[in-house]
């Protein structure tokens, strides 16, 4: 009996046996295995003209089919009709060598009819020699993020239709104090432009601003600085502020909101609502004017007045009228005219 070097003996020939040969820890293969079974992404190996060989169980999952079901079909039975256009093109480019890889967003279509979108990533697998041989595929599954981004896109969309429209003036002032961005009904309003207005503070002399009683309104104490140093909203404030296109004054009534960033105690920027009243205040002061007019004619005329509401309550009466009933006016005014009628 021969003994081998191995330690193993042939009893038969003599002839010396190589021991079987231990598989190379280097060798890639098990790894690539490993990588396509446990990846969080899917895979897929397809041949030049698109037809998977391999797939991994992400991507069975993503498309709703098994791995062994994917193999053998073409990845255009799993493209969404509008982009196989498209990414028909840029395969020819990869497989030409006019490109070593691509990336794009794809829609896909499921075994079920659902479609997914896919973040996919391609690239080429040569041989020794350098020849294409094969196309390596890598897909993130970005369906929902899709879906969060058109809510997104549709949100913004909305608001930006309602800032552009709304009747409303709304300037923005950062941390600083100065307006970045304002909208048309506030162009309107304040009779500046977007750009004239951008980097004025409230501040600004030009603004000329008044009180409701007509005094001066120091600019620290303009709503949008007040919340901007306290981080509170403020609300209900009437400003006069000077309209340089009209030459003019405006009456606004403003509503001044701070924004906070994640973790800020102050605020990061102000957006202020305000609301023209100019109109309004002008016809509040001519009713006043009015009433103060009616109010001294009443009390100035020789005879006996009273004027009666809808509901018969006396809403004016003068003093020659009160001398001859023997009431006081605060005894008589908002009374239903049969409290004159004496009882029977």
């Given amino acids: 009996m021969t003994t081998l070097p191995s330690g193993h003996t042939n009893q038969g020939t003599g002839l010396t046996e190589k021991p079987p040969r231990e598989k190379d820890e280097r060798d890639p293969e098990p790894r690539f295995r490993a990588v396509l079974e446990h990846a969080p992404l899917g895979i897929a190996v397809t041949d030049l003209d698109g037809t998977i060989v391999e797939a991994n169980p992400m991507l069975a999952s993503f498309l709703e089919c098994s791995p062994e079901g994917l193999v053998g079909r073409s990845y255009t039975e799993f493209t969404h009709p509008e982009d196989l256009t498209s990414e028909r093109r840029i395969l020819e480019e990869l497989v030409s060598g006019r490109r070593d890889s691509y990336r794009l967003d794809k829609r896909y279509r499921t075994t079920s009819g659902e479609t997914r979108w896919g973040r996919l990533a391609v690239s080429l697998i040569r ?182 509401g809808p509901d018969g309550c006396i809403r004016l009466i003068n003093q020659p009228m009160l001398d001859a009933i023997g009431y006081q006016r605060e005894e008589a005014e908002g009374k239903h005219i049969t409290f004159l009628i004496p009882p029977e």
């Fill in 127 to 308: 041989d020794p020699r350098g020849e294409p041989r094969l196309a390596l595929g890598m897909v993130e599954d970005v369906t929902e993020q899709r879906r969060i981004q058109g809510v997104l896109r549709s949100s913004e969309a909305n608001y930006r239709h309602l800032f552009e429209t709304m009747s409303q003036g709304v300037v923005y002032q950062d941390a600083t104090g100065e307006i970045r961005v304002a909208n048309p009904a506030a162009e309107e309003i304040l009779g500046l432009s977007v750009d004239e207005m951008r980097g004025r503070t409230s501040e600004d002399p030009r603004w000329q601003p008044l009180r409701e009683d007509g005094t001066p309104f120091p600019g620290r104490e303009h709503p949008a600085m007040v919340a901007l140093r306290t981080g509170r909203e403020v609300r209900g404030v009437v400003m006069g502020i000077w309209n340089p296109r009209e030459q003019g004054r405006r009456w606004i009534r403003i509503h001044a909101v701070p924004k906070f960033c994640v973790d800020d105690n102050l605020p990061s920027e102000i957006y202020t609502v305000f609301e023209d009243i100019t109109e309004l205040r002008s016809l509040e002061q001519r009713l006043r004017h009015e009433g103060e007019v009616r109010k001294l004619l009443v009390e100035t005329a020789p005879a006996f007045f009273m004027a009666l």
